[in-house]
């Protein structure tokens, strides 16, 4: 099983990835269109990954932090802003198919604790019962046997030969 497992993933993610394209390339004709779209929302996400990328890699050649980083061309900015949107509507899906399927299983599990729980209720309420049964027949043995041993002594005296007893 577990075997099946991997190549799911992989063609789960490569499926991830072939809808994400679409998504980014209308994000990127449509701030090509629209001024306002791609100064408000497509131009903030790349121009703070391409800070951010500048500032890491300097870093890790250990040459400090610049002190100015060149801003991105127009290009450069739908480019880079239309991935980073793309992928975060396919990750804001993906998180609410998760979460979605997180809320299904514990629903699933609650419904089916409360079956459990309703089936054990009725099974100590049979066993309630039936103690209760047996309970009431064993004081009813009991006081048959009290009967019976007062017969038997009755019928024991009676047998003595006395004339009363008839």
Not at 17 to 36: D, F, M, V, Y
Not at 121 to 128: D, N, S, T
Not at 150 to 155: G, L
Request: glycine content about 8%; some cysteine; overall charge positive.
């Amino acid at each position: 099983m577990v075997v099946g497992v991997f190549p799911l993933a992989k063609l789960a993610l490569l499926a991830i990835k072939h809808i994400s394209k679409p998504i980014g390339n209308l994000i990127k004709q449509t701030a090509k269109k629209n001024k306002s779209f791609k100064t408000l929302v497509v131009a903030p996400p790349a121009r703070l990954y391409h800070v951010i990328d500048v500032r890491s890699k300097m870093w890790m050649l250990g040459l400090g932090q610049p002190r100015l980083i060149p801003p991105l061309t127009d290009a450069m900015t739908i480019q880079m802003g239309g991935d980073i949107l793309g992928e975060m509507v396919i990750f804001i899906i993906g998180a609410t198919l998760i979460v979605g399927e997180f809320k299904r299983q514990a629903k699933n599990d609650r419904l089916k604790h409360e079956k459990h729980k309703m089936h054990r209720e009725k099974l100590e309420e049979r066993i309630g019962n039936l103690t209760n049964k047996v309970a009431r027949q064993t004081k009813e043995i009991n006081q048959l046997r009290s009967k019976l041993g007062s017969r038997e002594t009755y019928t024991a005296y009676c047998n003595t030969g006395d004339l009363e007893c008839n």
